[in-house]
């Protein structure tokens, strides 16, 4: 029998445990042994639950107990969750996380680590939530070299974006109303400004190139300064409005940006609504491969969790296709890749941007005292360059299709 330690009783933590309970039988199937839950590390008490036997406030107790082979940490944040997935590691026991934050910035360090004792570091969870991807990524598109991987990897800032565009709602209700159904914390940061995808993003890049491609290294804007007026002229283009992580591999360095772009509606990440979240892989081979599902919540987060316990049962040796080294210079800037952009600025701005951009061909229109185009495709430098002597820009935002 496998002994699993659990880490942070909250929604996700929770969730691992209610399914090692009702699937059970199908576990033990797919391990070859069973699965039992012997420990919960919690600061909290829970006189109320039906095993409150198993709730501990002493991590050393896991630590020192040769019967816990898998300890799943599910608390979240850096600080006690580094020394926790550290010491753990070190003592061989295989570690599975939901932590993206912790996977994007120290992951490297514990995949030397798991090597070195003989155990694992697991991590399918911190990205896309119930949504397999790490594990497509690692094996079944292994024959395979990526050439770009975009996605809508918030369910928040997708939810806050969806009710924008269908609803018309400006930027500040839907915030609140995702704060009020749960999808958006008291400080929605995070979410909003585009840590959260840049952190997941971070780890899907450093994946495909083995070598670590640090937050610091990806330009990150978030969704605070989209505006009614991006998604009424995003609608007249035939677009909509996601905010996107992307990274693109040449020459093993990759370009990887998160920003709110237009994706044209023959795209299929276009259609993704709600709290939904969608990831577009492109290989050599295989061409474009969809991943589509909930991005997050407690049963579709704690499922990938305890698939990857699964795993670490059936195959618990150290597995170098997860992991990644902190090898330095990975990261080109992103502004060099070639896109369309659209363009809005003020009406009286035309005469120069039909100079700058001869853009007579290309979708033109106008409303309230604005003018609307697509570019050909350019650089962003090369668009930022073609506008810096027009005055009257309002927005600029990638478009794709």
Request: hydrophobic residues 40%; charged residues 25%; contains cysteine.
């Amino acid at each position: 029998m496998m002994k699993v330690a659990i880490i942070g009783y909250g929604v996700v933590g929770s969730g691992v445990y209610d399914i090692l309970k009702e699937n059970r039988g199908g576990i033990e199937k797919r391990c070859g042994e069973s699965v039992a839950v012997k420990y919960v590390l919690d600061i909290r008490d829970f006189p109320d639950h039906p095993e409150r036997e198993i709730f501990v406030k002493d991590f050393d107790k896991i630590l020192s107990d040769p019967e816990v082979g898998v300890v799943v940490e599910t608390m979240g944040g850096v600080r006690f969750a580094y020394d926790y997935t550290k010491s753990a590691l070190s003592a061989g026991k295989t570690v599975v996380t939901s932590n993206k934050e912790l996977v994007a910035l120290h992951g490297h360090e514990f995949f030397r680590l798991a090597e070195e004792n003989g155990c694992r570091y697991l991590f399918e969870a911190s990205v896309g939530g119930g949504i397999p991807v790490i594990r497509p990524l690692a094996r079944c598109l292994a024959a395979n070299e990526i050439d770009s991987i975009t996605g809508i990897i918030n369910g928040t800032t997708n939810f806050i974006l969806t009710k924008m565009y269908e609803e018309e709602q400006s930027f500040e209700d839907a915030l609140l109303q995702a704060q009020r159904l749960g999808y958006a914390e008291k400080d929605p940061s995070a979410d909003v400004d585009g840590l959260d995808v840049c952190r997941k993003i971070a780890i899907l890049a450093s994946m495909v190139l083995g070598k670590r491609v640090g937050c610091g290294d990806i330009p990150t804007c978030g969704i605070r300064g989209v505006t009614d007026d991006d998604m009424k002229w995003a609608e007249s283009a035939g677009c909509a409005i996601k905010l996107l992580g992307r990274a693109v591999f040449r020459n093993g360095r990759a370009g990887v940006s998160v920003e709110p772009a237009m994706v044209h509606k023959t795209n299929p990440l276009a259609n993704i609504g709600d709290v939904y979240n969608g990831i577009l892989v492109e290989g050599n081979m295989v061409g474009h491969v969809m991943f589509y599902g909930r991005g997050a919540g407690k049963l579709p987060t704690a499922s990938a969790v305890v698939a990857d316990i699964v795993d670490a049962v059936r195959q618990p040796g150290y597995c170098g296709e997860f992991s990644w080294t902190d090898a330095g210079d990975t990261a080109f800037d992103p502004a060099e890749l070639e896109s369309e952009f659209f363009v809005r600025m003020c009406e009286g701005s035309i005469a120069a941007a039909e100079k700058a951009f001869a853009v007579q061909d290309k979708f033109y229109a106008r409303h309230d005292g604005d003018i609307g185009f697509i570019t050909e495709m350019m650089s962003k430098n090369e668009v930022n360059k073609l506008l810096s002597g027009i005055d009257g820009v309002k927005s600029v935002m990638r478009l794709f299709r």
